[in-house]
T-cell receptor, first 108, second 114 residues
Framework: KNEVEQSPQNLTAQEGEFITINCSYS?????LHWLQQHPGGGIVSLFM???GKKKHGRLIATINIQEKHSSLHITASHPRDSAVYIC??????????FGTGTSLTVIP | NAGVTQTPKFQVLKTGQSMTLQCAQD?????MYWYRQDPGMGLRLIYY???????DKGEVPNGYNVSRLNKREFSLRLESAAPSQTSVYFC?????????????FGEGSRLTVL
């Protein structure tokens, strides 16, 4: 059983579409990270959330601690958004649970 | 500002050979981590170091050793490589806030063991 579940596993969208990636977790957490990994590339932190909502450019992340759920939204999607998006739940300072990732492909 | 630097980026080993993956961060972070990433699985923690001079096992430590030589550097050693250790390895460090510090990752090291 994975403590962090992401959906969908794979997502294909047309350029310009609004995209939502979901992350549910089964344990009590102190924070949650959204990460981005481009093909063959490194991993970049997009957001770290402990409550509410954060926005950076076309990316919006929300978290509902009571419902143990977080979402990552991409507005006006672009082919350069094509990547794997990973959520990571923070249990303690050094204990993270990682989802298996959502592979996003945005078609021009 | 280089962030987290890990070397080498690619390595091919024969079964039984040894090697060390090097990682350095220039952000004065206390916590550093080694993860492995395998297809269809989330990142799995091999070892971590909460501060200089301390190391702890993660989820999959067997076959690996680590050294936190100083605050900047955290190395991962495979003493006798096995095909099951074929993977992509990521070093990471965490921002200074204990619980909510941002994660910074290296570019990854792709290791193939034949």
């Amino acid at each position: 059983k994975n403590e962090v579940e992401q959906s969908p596993q794979n997502l294909t969208a047309q350029e310009g579409e609004f995209i939502t990636i979901n992350c549910s977790y089964s344990v009590g957490i102190s924070a949650l990270h959204w990460l981005q990994q481009h093909p063959g590339g490194g991993i970049v932190s997009l957001f770290m959330l402990s409550s509410g909502k954060k926005k950076h450019g076309r990316l919006i992340a929300t978290i509902n601690i009571q419902e143990k759920h977080s979402s990552l939204h991409i507005t006006a999607s672009h082919p350069r958004d094509s990547a794997v998006y990973i959520c990571a739940a923070v249990l303690t300072g050094n204990q993270f649970y990682f989802g298996t990732g959502t592979s996003l492909t945005v078609i021009p | 500002n280089a962030g987290v630097t890990q070397t080498p980026k690619f390595q091919v080993l024969k079964t039984g050979q040894s090697m060390t993956l090097q990682c350095a961060q220039d952000m004065n972070h206390n916590s550093m981590y080694w993860y492995r990433q395998d297809p269809g699985m989330g990142l799995r923690l091999i070892y971590y170091s909460a501060s200089e001079g301390t190391t702890d096992k993660g989820e999959v430590p067997n076959g690996y050793n680590v050294s936190r030589l100083n605050k900047r550097e955290f190395s991962l050693r495979l003493e006798s490589a096995a095909p099951s250790q074929t993977s992509v390895y990521f070093c990471a460090s965490k921002g200074r806030l204990a619980i909510t510090g941002e994660l910074f990752f290296g570019e990854g090291s792709r290791l193939t063991v034949l």
